[in-house]
């Protein structure tokens, strides 16, 4: 079979299909070589790897997935591109493909009845930031390792650092879960059809034990989504307003861990959210 990662092999089999991608959907597949190994380098896939794709697009990244993985599943939303993967993925038994939405999946679901996974997937861009969000929050522990391509911008929000203009809600919670970093970054000119930004591959290893338990993570997020809706306020005021709290209250709760509300919560370390947290929950039990 010719190489999915020519442009001209790509066009052509899409023809061949009837199929004219969408840009709803993030339809820019990879079409370099390099960038292909790097990705499931990064992964480090071995033969005991079950691998979650999202997207398969065409099958590009999922073959090279397969050459290495024990066993693939990828979901795909696009029921035009499954004869297409049926033809592509066909010498590859160890490949599963589920017409399945990646935003309404049940990943609890799925992990319990396979174990962890590792998470390998070129995002579709539009998606890539609820998708990783929720991963992080709700389903940590369905996966052992998370290496996905993201937008660049979006890449820089996840890694980002308090008083950085990229840091935010992501920020915090990604490294609240996960130890992450930027593996690489990616040229536009190596996708077909060609994005208008370039993009990089995030790693992601969620932490086995966080530092609070389950039951005190809901109040945790809660605080840290108060702070940032109102980023350019003081964390005094942004929090009087989330949980209705008297101003007095918050900072003498505050003082008690000689926590300054003053600042605006873009400054705040995750630490610092966590104690926080801690600080506001015997106040707003029930108020979740
Ligand atoms: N993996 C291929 C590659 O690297 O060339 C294609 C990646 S392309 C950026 C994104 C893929 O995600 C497309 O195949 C698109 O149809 C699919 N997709 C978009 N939204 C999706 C969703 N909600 N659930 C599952 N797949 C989705």
């Known amino acids: 079979m010719s190489k999915l990662s020519n442009p001209a092999v790509v066009a052509a089999l899409l023809t061949e299909h009837g199929i004219r991608l969408k840009q709803k959907w993030g339809q820019n597949f990879l079409v370099d070589e390099n960038i292909l190994r790097k990705i499931v380098q990064t992964a480090e896939v071995g033969p005991h790897d079950h691998v979650l794709e999202i997207g398969p697009g065409i099958g590009t990244l999922t073959q090279k997935l397969a050459e290495r993985a024990g066993r693939v599943t990828a979901f795909e939303v696009d029921s035009r591109l499954l004869p297409v993967l049926a033809k592509t993925l066909g010498p590859y038994p160890q490949v599963e493909i589920l017409l399945q939405d990646a935003l309404a999946a049940d990943y609890n679901g799925f992990c319990a009845s396979c174990g962890p996974v590792k998470l390998v997937a070129n995002l579709p861009y539009n998606i890539a930031t609820p998708l990783i969000y929720r991963w992080l929050k709700q389903h940590r522990s369905c996966f052992s390792l998370l290496v996905c391509m993201v937008q660049k911008e979006v890449a820089e929000r996840l890694v980002a650092l308090p008083g950085s203009k990229a840091y935010g809600t992501l920020s915090v ?77 918050l900072l003498a709760l505050a003082g008690r861990a000689s926590l300054d509300l003053s600042r605006r919560g873009e400054t705040f370390t995750v630490e610092e959210f966590v104690l926080l947290a801690r600080l506001l929950a015997p106040y707003l039990h029930g108020n979740r």
């Open 173 to 249: 919670v990604c490294r609240y879960a996960s130890q992450v970093e930027i593996a690489f970054t990616v040229p536009h000119t190596v996708f077909f059809p060609r994005p208008e930004v370039a993009s990089a591959v995030v790693k992601m290893v969620p932490y086995g034990q966080t530092v609070l338990a389950a039951g005190e993570e809901p109040l945790f997020y809660q605080t840290v989504e108060a702070v940032f809706a109102k980023r350019r306020k003081t964390a005094l005021n942004a929090l009087h307003a989330a949980f209705g709290l008297d101003k007095e209250k």
